[in-house]
């Protein structure tokens, strides 16, 4: 048996709703060729209710992607925190593969979708915190091209190939696998003992 | 002394600067935020002499990426034609590192504007150009999750880095030289001996 739901969890019910439906519709329609109103007509609620949790569609997409924004800075504040050059790109790179693996199709709506880049691009922290995950994998060495390069290519092309549907056909422990032996291999990381 | 130009040289003349306009205003406005009137009014003339070049947006689109995929359909044609997996991996990631830098602005330019994915993904033998570089680079172990991940992280990684702004401080040959040394780590393909 469910006891009945206080105010305030009903209000945490419908905003997590909210936020699934819209991620849906995003999904299907793109974001900007999804409205509040059809939000709010999936969900069986009125615009008023949707206005309620989000003022804008832009709030909305804010809302979406805010978990794994948070990830990724807890990630990285993790990886700041290692003791030298090494354990920190090792800690970064398994973070960061974790991180586009459990976000696989929240990354693939955000690549694919036009008008969601330019939101991204005017997100206040969101240039710093890409940029903090290149430094350290960058092992100290981000004046020397090479070191900067690599640590670019490894991170765009693991995101890129966690989103792309030619992967939609492997389970996320492959997925991870793979993306960690190939960027363990590019930045010249030696694979770890078995425990 | 020039000699005066023929009709055909004229109109000749008119197309290619038509695209290098067209291409400008698609860095400055978006091709979302480009019309062919604002294309005429650059380049001082009337929107009917751009009709008589291009009758829709998309065709000036087409246009302005074609030698960019004809660079590649060269490249992938080369490097299916050598003999042996490896040889045939190291022909497409030298290929395709040049064709990135060479035509870096032009990536940039493609990955950043909204709009322009859907369009290329509706080009009729991009899907099929695409795949067979990533064919190539998984040396016919394609099945093999771990080759398909490397080949298509350092495809998309590569592409993703020449056209960052972050690399614009680097000329080409650097960058060149950085993305095939780290493209040669990734896929486990030996350094060239000098020659």
Redesign the interface.
């Known amino acids: 048996m469910t006891s009945p739901a206080t105010p305030a969890q009903a209000a945490t019910n419908t905003r997590t709703r909210l936020l699934a439906t819209a991620r849906q519709l995003f999904a299907l329609h793109s974001f ?1 060729g999804t409205s509040l109103q059809m939000i709010a007509d999936r969900l069986g609620v009125t615009k008023a209710a949707v206005y309620h949790h989000f003022k804008t569609r832009d709030e909305i997409l804010g809302a979406v992607i805010e978990p794994a924004i948070e990830d990724l800075r807890a990630i990285i504040t993790g990886a700041e925190a290692q003791r030298g050059h090494t354990a920190r790109a090792e800690r970064m790179l398994t973070g960061f593969v974790d991180l586009t693996v459990r976000h696989r199709e929240l990354i693939a709506l955000l690549s ?1 979708d ?2 969601v ?2 939101i991204i691009n005017t997100h206040p922290d969101l240039a710093d915190l890409m940029h903090r995950p ?1 430094t350290l994998l960058s092992r100290g060495d981000e004046a020397d ?2 070191a ?3 640590a ?7 995101a ?2 966690a989103a ?1 549907p ?2 939609d056909d ?1 389970d996320d422990e ?2 991870r ?3 960690l ?3 363990r ?2 930045l ?1 990381l030696r694979r770890r003992p078995a425990a």
Chains 1, 2 share one sequence.
């Open positions: 900007a694919n036009p008008g880049a330019q290149l091209p090479s900067r390069i690599t670019s290519v490894v991170l765009s092309g693991i890129m190939t792309s030619l992967q492997l492959t997925l696998r793979c993306l032996d190939t960027g291999r590019a010249g």
